[in-house]
């Protein structure tokens, strides 16, 4: 038996089949960590059916937030959650629906969400809209407010009847500047290459919005030398 289990773990440090890429020291190091943990006692833990999902750029997390049912349903997630509407006077959650109940991974009949709106305060809910596939998150929206299509808002406050562009992407964030707390806001188009890179001396030609930086910072008013490229 001790022969035929030797001959076993010998067989599977030297099996590579299932290794896409085998280093010159792989077989070496397996042995070593054979060698090592032999004898060692190990209890498997078998986890329930789980998924992957790659949120790696700003439409990949509206689409999982907004249009993958399924990961909604794991989540509970629902158009709306902590939600209050300031105009009724009353700090009560006024979401549209509750959350979804969590369902399997495997279900398929699950509605999306279509847009998300959550831990926001709005001045009158019925004359607040949001586009599909948006999400709101922490914000204040005053009467009128108008959010297009395929959105990423967080901690602003907007004023009335504030219009939002389709594939917008604004968050505000706290900063130190000369030893005081300040506030900005960044805007991106959903769709901006944040990756993208040039050389120094072709910056201006970074893709921003569907423009270049250099047109961009010029409509802007702002200019690009010494604005947004400081020496």
Not at 95 to 122: G, H
Request: proline content about 4%.
């Amino acid at each position: 038996c001790a022969c035929t289990y030797h001959m076993c773990a010998w067989q599977y440090c030297k099996n590579t089949a299932n290794v896409m890429s085998v280093s010159s020291d792989f077989v070496e190091m397996r042995e070593r960590v054979f060698r090592l943990l032999k004898g060692t006692g190990f209890r498997a833990v078998v986890f329930n059916q789980a998924q992957f999902n790659h949120v790696g750029t700003a439409l990949e997390y509206l689409e999982h937030l907004c249009c993958n049912a399924v990961l909604g349903g794991v989540l509970g997630l629902s158009r709306e959650w902590m939600v209050r509407d300031s105009s009724s006077g009353s700090r009560e959650d006024c979401s549209r629906e509750p959350p979804r109940k969590q369902a399997k991974l495997d279900d398929e009949e699950e509605n999306p969400a279509n847009y998300v709106l959550m831990n926001c305060v709005v001045d009158g809910r019925e004359s607040v809209s949001i586009g599909e596939g948006s999400v709101v998150q922490h914000c204040v929206l005053e009467e009128g407010v108008k959010v297009g299509s395929k959105c990423i808002l967080a901690h602003l406050h907007l004023p009335a009847h504030t219009v939002v562009p389709d594939g917008s992407y604004l968050q505000c964030v706290a900063v130190e500047v000369d030893g005081k707390e300040k506030f900005i806001t960044y805007a991106f188009d959903v769709a901006d290459k944040m990756k993208a890179c040039r050389p120094l001396e072709e910056a201006s030609s970074l893709p921003y919005s569907g423009l270049e930086m250099a047109e961009a910072a010029e409509r802007l008013g702002c200019g690009a030398e010494g604005i947004i490229w400081p020496p």
